[in-house]
């Protein structure tokens, strides 16, 4: 029984071979989200842990990556304000691609901690988007 093509149900999901075919990027984005962000809490912990600036910067890379997987997901129908949400996880992942970046040149300062509050920012603004409308009594 062929697989369901997560964007189109009812459409059977196309077969992809490893010499050619087309890539599916969205679907490998989709099944790498939660994964490259718990192995990006993982790899915060050993940098609180050990120090480290490329440790650091690794960790901020790798949780750009589960943010980009959770992009290709589709929005829950719940959502209060889609376009919040998606607006939200694109600053953090813009800022967390930033602060990777500038982890990884050493270019510790002022920037590094504006990225940082951008990535929070992000995220509340991700949850915000995100919440449920309250039921009307």
């Known amino acids: 029984m062929p697989l369901e093509h997560p964007d189109n149900p009812g459409e059977p999901e196309p077969q992809v071979s490893a010499s050619r075919g087309p890539c599916h990027l969205g679907s490998l984005m989709r099944r790498l989200a939660v994964p490259a962000t718990l192995v990006a809490v993982l790899i915060f912990v050993l940098a609180s842990l050990r120090g480290g600036h ?61 990225t940082t509050i951008g990535i929070f920012v992000g995220l509340a603004l991700a949850l915000i988007g995100r919440s449920h409308p309250r039921a009307r009594s």
């Not at 650091?56 to 829950?76: C, H, R």
């Not at 996880?89 to 813009?94: D, E, F, G, R, T």
């Open 54 to 114: 490329f440790l650091y910067a690794a960790s901020l890379l790798t949780f750009a990556v589960g943010l980009a997987g959770f992009l290709t997901l589709p929005v829950p129908r719940a959502a209060r304000w889609p376009r919040l949400f998606r607006l939200g996880l694109i600053l953090a992942l813009a800022a967390a691609l930033a602060d990777g970046f500038l982890d990884l040149v050493n270019a510790i300062g002022t920037a590094t901690n504006i």
